[in-house]
């Protein structure tokens, strides 16, 4: 029997790998707790101010709609890599594409929560 090399991922690519998924992890935490506030923010408004809480909500289901179609998008992609070269570049690509969408949803919701609380705060 003859022996085959096994082929080893070196220890900088898997810690990068992890890096990436701990930065998007953390990315995504953020926006959902942008999501949670903009549902905390339904609950205490006046009827005025419900309809712009819906649409921090609707736009919210419509982040996480675009964050799933990316991560099927980015699977399929995965799966069609022809070897690890490729697969790191699929990876790093799509991980500082959902970075900076992360960072755009995330910045774009806060600045509607606080539109929304600043209304809520002056009243009807």
């Known amino acids: 029997m003859t022996d085959t090399p096994q082929f080893e991922i070196p220890d900088a690519v898997r810690e990068m790998a992890e890096r990436n998924v ?5 990315a995504y935490a953020q926006f959902l707790e942008m999501a949670r506030q903009a ?3 339904v609950a205490k408004s006046s009827d005025a101010m419900a309809q712009s809480a ?3 909500q609707l736009q919210a289901l419509r982040y996480a709609q675009e ?6 998008e980015f699977a399929s992609s995965v799966a069609k890599a022809r070897d690890l070269k490729e697969y790191l570049d699929v990876q ?5 594409r959902q970075m900076k969408t992360y960072t755009d949803q995330a910045q774009n919701l806060g600045r509607l929560v606080s539109e929304v609380a600043q209304k809520a ?3 009807p």
């Open 22 to 26: 701990e930065q998007a992890r953390a």
């Open 39 to 41: 549902q905390d923010v």
């Open 54 to 56: 819906r649409d921090i």
């Open 67 to 72: 964050n799933i179609d990316a991560s099927f």
């Open 92 to 96: 790093t690509r799509y991980t500082q």
């Open 121 to 123: 705060q002056k009243g």
